[in-house]
């Protein structure tokens, strides 16, 4: 049986400054525990306790759990914790199930990530090859209707093919160029509202 010696009074064990009744003796308890269910004290000896319980109790403090037999306490606490078992085993494995689902989602999720950077990609692509047909194909026209314009009004003597090209061009950068400022003029925009609001 356990010595009943207590070092450390906490909540759970008893002080010398408060002495309450042993639910089954009836005797003062000046050293001894309180039960978390029925909130009885209890001797150490009247509850058959042993002293690695004891000093249990006295390391763990508020962080164990006492049940006595004085109400049956500890039967109650022991169904209690037969049906926590199973539930714990369900909690478990129904964590495991989410657990191994999140990873599947989280794989879906980079196959669709994976899938739509490839279409952006390929429509982007697309776009590009578009853009450069589209533009050799007015640079071509506005270089037959300058040429034309030129041979009509007679401006300069001949103007050379290549000359009218890089005239072409340069104005087809200035567009570009104007275009590009605003493109940047609408996203800063954009970003204003988005810190704005």
């Known amino acids: 049986m356990a010595s009943g010696i207590v070092n450390k009074p906490n909540s759970k064990t008893i002080s010398k400054k408060k002495l309450e009744i042993c639910g089954h003796c009836n005797v003062r308890v000046s050293e001894g525990i309180k039960c978390d269910c029925c909130k009885y004290w209890v001797h150490y000896n009247c509850e058959g306790t042993t002293d690695k319980e004891v000093d249990s109790w006295n390391i763990l403090g508020n962080r164990a759990s006492f049940y006595c037999s004085v109400r049956s306490c500890n039967q109650i606490a022991k169904k209690f914790i037969d049906c926590i078992g199973p539930l714990q085993d369900q909690v478990d494995s129904n964590t495991q199930r989410l657990e191994a689902l999140e990873k599947k989602l989280e794989a879906q999720q980079k196959d669709t ?45 001949t103007v050379k093919k290549e000359q009218v090209k890089v005239e072409v061009q340069e104005v087809l950068e200035d ?4 275009a590009f400022r605003a493109g940047n003029l609408i996203l800063m925009t954009w970003m204003l509202e988005i810190v704005l609001t």
Do not use: F, M, P, Y
């Open 113 to 157: 990530e994976s899938e739509v950077n490839r279409a952006i990609s390929e429509v982007n692509n697309a776009i590009e090859r578009e853009k450069d047909k589209i533009k050799s194909e007015v640079r071509d026209d506005i270089v037959g209707v300058l040429l034309q314009d030129h041979e009509k009004t007679g401006a300069g003597g």
């Open 175 to 178: 567009e570009k160029d104007k």
